[in-house]
């Protein structure tokens, strides 16, 4: 789950890190109503779901109410690598003599967090690490042991972050890392994190990723999983409470359980096809969820077949069928679908199939049957 730079940094002033003061701005008078309250110059920042925001024309400094509203203008309902701005945060102006990068994440391969700290802020953190990465100083952290005081001098020295600067970014890398753990973040990074001209160190922007299984803990959470950018076919999907993640292919596929969704996606692949998209819906498999399934899938205009993948566990066979069939009634799909149905009573499942049977609905033996079949038909409907 991603957060807007301004959700980030109001999560960041929580732990006491220092950030602008600011506040968003919906319209072009909102905006100027809100930097005419922090008193110029302020920088208005386009607030979407997508870095490198200042190359786009996205971030711009005004020094008084004309060029706020002439910017925030601009701004508004920019094209920024395709997310639509709709929210503007605008703050107070830093006077900024150096900018560094800052981060926590976490390190899959090595199975711990990882912290990267490097004096050449402001620019991509990946072109730093292709182009220069010895200026990148790294370190693991223990979750156990947490980020030691003596582990984060180090750190910082390594850095070779300008004097004036260390001892403002290691209070900022103690709280960073705090902030990290108990807001179960997976990625926090400052881009760049500042020394201001007159010797304060602070956050000027704010990428924060949540995990989004942490919900339960943090139930103000909620509000940040309605603004996540979604295309239509994920807006449909996650209205209607399914797993969805939409893909540039052809075929529609439908799977119970993400392991078998994953699976799917994988042999429609090995058989020469393009998945136009990973659909779980989970445990069971009854008329509504099957009904809404299918309805999601046709209304991408890009699916010419439509594979169904059910394997019965505590689902029973003969239900999945009966659901299938009853969402065929409600529902009309205009691709042509191939099921594999198999585990649980799947004889008696596919009997139930059978009369509903025809040209668009065929029943293949197995995972791999079905996958080519359904290749086939949207090679064919093209
Ligand atoms: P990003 O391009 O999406 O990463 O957006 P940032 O918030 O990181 O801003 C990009 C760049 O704009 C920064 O690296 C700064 O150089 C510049 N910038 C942002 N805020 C200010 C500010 O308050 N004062 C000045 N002088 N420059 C700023
Ligand atoms: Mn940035």
New binding site residues.
């Given amino acids: 789950m991603d957060l807007f730079?301004y959700q980030g940094k109001q999560l960041f002033a929580g732990y006491d890190i220092p950030v602008?003061p600011g506040a968003a701005a919906h319209t072009v008078d909102e905006a100027v109503a809100a930097a005419d309250g922090i008193g110029y110059p302020v920088?208005v920042?386009a607030q979407v779901h997508v870095?490198?925001?200042?190359?786009?024309g996205?971030?711009q400094?005004a020094a008084n109410a004309d060029e706020c509203r002439r910017h925030a203008q601009a701004i508004l309902g920019m094209d920024i690598k395709g997310h639509i701005v709709g929210l503007v945060w605008v703050?107070?102006?830093?006077?900024?003599a150096h900018?560094y990068y800052a981060s926590f994440t976490l390190d899959r391969s090595a199975k711990t967090h990882l912290g990267m700290l490097s004096a050449q802020?402001?620019v991509e953190i990946e072109d730093v690490a292709t182009t220069n990465p010895d200026a990148i100083a790294r370190i693991h952290v223990d979750p156990v042991d947490g980020l030691t005081a003596t582990q984060c001098e180090e750190w910082v020295s390594a850095a070779g972050l300008d004097e004036a600067a260390r001892a403002g970014t290691i209070e900022i890398l103690t709280k960073l890392y705090r902030c990290y753990e108990d807001a179960d973040a997976d990625l926090v990074e400052i881009?760049?994190l500042i020394l201001t001209t007159d010797g304060v160190v602070r956050a000027?922007?704010a990428k924060v990723t949540l995990d989004a299984n942490s919900v339960f803990r943090h139930p103000e959470y909620k509000d940040y999983e309605a603004t996540q950018p979604r295309d239509a076919r994920e807006e449909e999907a996650y209205g209607k409470g399914l797993q969805y993640v939409g893909l540039d292919g052809s075929v529609g596929v439908i799977a119970n359980g993400a392991g078998l969704a994953m699976s799917t996606v994988d042999v429609v692949n090995e058989v020469g096809g393009k998945p136009a998209n990973f659909l779980d819906i989970g445990g069971g498999a009854n008329a509504d969820v099957m009904a809404a399934a299918l309805e999601v899938i046709n209304h991408d205009p890009a699916v010419k077949s439509i594979l169904i993948n059910i394997f019965g566990g505590i689902t029973k066979g003969e239900e999945v069928a009966n659901g299938i069939v009853q969402a065929l009634q409600r529902v009309r799909i205009d691709s042509p679908i191939v099921i594999r149905l198999d585990g649980t009573n799947a004889d008696e499942g596919r009997r139930i199939l059978q009369p509903s049977l025809s040209e668009k609905l065929r029943l293949e033996p197995t995972m791999l049957d079905a996958a080519r079949a359904a290749v086939e038909l949207a090679r064919d409907a093209r």
């Avoid at 703050?91 to 900024?96: L, T, V």
Wanted: net charge negative.
């Fill in positions: 730079e602008s920088v920042k870095g490198g925001r200042g190359k786009a996205g971030i400094l703050e107070k102006a830093s006077d900024i900018e802020g402001g881009n760049p000027l922007d």
